[in-house]
């Protein structure tokens, strides 16, 4: 049973993982993978910001960002 996972395999189960829960060997393989990948660490923290402010605007049908907001996120990302 293959347990490490590519970089690709890995970005594919952070991506699933907010349509869909993943499997326990997924979410091994992820773990398993975050931890010693940086960049996919990274990538998952973004993912992660994006869709909590995704969800945020979602509750507010007609919202939009202001460009202090805007700021603020690309800011939080690039500090991750």
């Known amino acids: 049973m293959k347990w490490m996972i590519t970089c690709k395999e890995a970005t594919n189960f ?7 829960k993943l499997t326990v060997k997924q979410r091994i393989q992820l773990l398993l993978h975050l931890g010693i ?3 996919c660490k990274l990538f998952y923290r973004q993912n992660k910001i994006i869709t909590q402010r995704a969800a945020h ?3 507010h049908t007609n919202a939009t960002l202001s460009q202090p907001e805007k700021e603020a996120i690309i800011q939080r990302i690039n500090a991750e």
């Open 14 to 20: 952070i991506s699933l993982k907010e349509e869909r």
């Open 37 to 39: 990948c940086s960049l």
């Open 57 to 59: 605007l979602h509750e």
